[in-house]
């Protein structure tokens, strides 16, 4: 079947015979094209219309929608590839890649409902979802292309992100300037997909063991960055402090 006779199929779940055989975590794939992925989103009412792409990164692509005649930003993760013997192509399933989308969407709505500043959550579907457009003619810029007038205030904005992410029982994992924008004054935080979320009182101690290392990467990121812009930022300190709010009660 030719990638015009499966973007014709629509959406996942229509394709999900034609898939019959990937559900395994590790499968031989082929990537959808951008095609097949507009035709998901709208045909699953995710957006009326796909734009224009914004980003593309190493799991997923980013893409400008409009719904109702407002901007959206759509998330599509891809079908990860690796190299593999014999020239194949070995990588997630459609099931475990909704998975990953799954997480990450909750993780964002947690932040949001907690107020973290992100992108406001709107809806997902399978392996995709949309949020808030940040930006107006040209999308909001990430930390490391914005002019700040003030580096000094950003450097303990963005401190404080991690901090409000760490009262939402949340580290990001992944944290630095590119995934920080910078619209309209303040900084918001995006992509999730190496979070972990510590809410659970089951496996609270053994997720907060996992964290912890990663919040120090965070913020030794952020350092680097500050650092390069003439502002003093102690990611030890910082972290000494935070894992304060780690500690049983």
Same mark, same amino acid.
């Given at each position: ?84 013997? +014999?020239?194949? !192509?070995?990588?997630? $399933? ?5 998975? &990953? =989308? /799954?997480? %990450?969407?909750?993780? #964002? ?29 040209? +999308?909001?810029? !990430?930390?490391?292309? $914005? ?5 000094? &205030? =950003? /450097?303990? %904005?963005?401190?404080? #992100? ?43 101690? &053994?997720?907060?063991? %996992?964290?912890?290392? #990663? ?35």
């Amino acid at each position: 079947m030719s990638e015009k006779e499966l973007a014709s199929a629509r959406s996942y779940w229509k394709r999900r015979q034609i898939r019959a055989g990937r559900r395994s975590r590790y499968v031989e794939v082929e990537e959808m094209s951008p095609d097949v992925a507009s035709a998901d989103a709208i045909d699953n009412g995710l957006v009326d219309d796909v734009v224009t792409i914004l980003g593309t990164g190493k799991e997923a692509d980013v893409y400008l929608g409009r719904w109702r005649g407002a901007d959206l930003v759509l998330k599509v993760y891809r079908l990860h590839r690796t190299p593999h013997k +014999k020239k194949a !192509l070995i990588g997630y $399933a459609m099931d475990q890649i909704g998975l &990953i =989308a /799954a997480n %990450e969407f909750t993780i #964002l709505q947690k932040a949001y409902r907690a107020g973290v500043p992100v992108p406001t959550p709107a809806r997902r579907v399978d392996n995709m979802f949309t949020m808030r457009y940040l930006g107006g003619e040209s +999308k909001a810029p !990430l930390l490391k292309d $914005a002019v700040l007038d003030e580096p000094e &205030i =950003a /450097a303990r %904005e963005a401190v404080a #992100l991690v901090e409000r992410l760490l009262d939402a029982h949340i580290v990001h994992g992944d944290l630095s300037e590119y995934n920080i924008l910078y619209w309209n004054g303040r900084l918001f935080v995006i992509d999730f997909p190496q979070a972990i979320d510590f809410s659970s009182n089951v496996t609270r101690h &053994i997720r907060i063991e %996992e964290a912890k290392p #990663l919040l120090l990467r965070d913020l030794k990121n952020l350092e680097h960055f500050f650092t390069r812009l003439d502002v003093e930022l102690d990611a030890e300190n910082e972290y000494n402090r935070l894992c304060k709010k780690l500690e049983p009660n």
